[in-house]
């Protein structure tokens, strides 16, 4: 009697002590979930960039959003990702998702399918300057000698890097949110045109555009011109 006595009480410690440890362990997890609003905080402007068959992505912004429910908060997240193919091919998109993977390939995948074609000139400037607007945002590029670089920060340089410019000038005027920033570069760019595709549109030769009489120059100048 004794011994089964024994038995039975190490049996009402032992599962005693489990119940208390699991206890423990789910009072601590309480303070850092969803309802607790004490979890990690993300990283509001990361930078990443990575190659899928043949496209540069690049993660801008990514902003986090809580919003309060019976049990607590419920928190989501919104990703502004660029894709280009640094050939002068470039767009932006957008996600809203629960996890930041999804609404980072929700925001690929629209960037994707809104891509613009912009000309190059000799393949690592724009042909000449521009600006371009959008809500209170207000940019001004202009195309650079080479070995100058990308003169443009934030938002800006994403884009340029992934259309594939090396030389390029930039100034960004007004709000620094960076959703109308970019916005108002592609604006910019999308004004963008070639002297070939204006030679086509007056009937011209791109001789007669680039310089006077049809000087050697204008006319090497007009064979080294592809778009």
Excluded: C, W
């Excluded at 905080?41 to 960039?49: Q, S």
């Excluded at 884009?159 to 920033?181: C, Q, R, W």
């Excluded at 030769?205 to 310089?211: E, S, V």
């Amino acid at each position: 009697m004794m011994a089964d006595e024994n038995n039975t009480n190490e049996e009402v410690v032992t599962e005693g002590v489990a119940v208390e440890a699991e206890g423990g362990r789910r009072g601590r997890g309480r303070g850092r979930g969803e309802g607790g609003g004490r979890g990690r905080r993300e990283d509001r402007k990361p930078r990443e960039e990575k190659e899928d068959d043949g496209f540069i992505e690049k993660l801008v912004h990514i902003n986090r959003v809580s919003k309060t429910v019976k049990g607590g908060k419920r928190f989501g997240f919104a990703a502004l990702v660029v894709v280009g193919d640094g050939q002068g091919r470039v767009g932006f998109g957008h996600g809203k998702a629960r996890e930041v993977p999804e609404a980072i390939n929700k925001a690929t995948a629209s960037a994707k399918k809104k891509m613009v074609r912009v000309p190059l000139k000799e393949g690592r400037t724009l042909h000449h300057d521009g600006n371009g607007r959008f809500g209170a945002g207000n940019v001004y590029v202009r195309s650079a000698p080479a070995g100058t670089g990308i003169i443009a920060g934030g938002p800006m340089r994403a884009v340029f890097e992934s259309l594939g410019v090396a030389d390029v000038v930039t100034k960004s005027i007004g709000t620094s949110n960076p959703y109308n920033m970019i916005r108002a570069t592609f604006a910019a760019l999308v004004d963008q045109t070639s002297p070939k595709s204006v030679a086509q549109r007056r009937g011209k030769k791109i001789a007669d555009l680039l310089g006077r009489g049809g000087s050697k120059t204008a006319e090497a100048d007009a064979e080294a011109i592809t778009e």
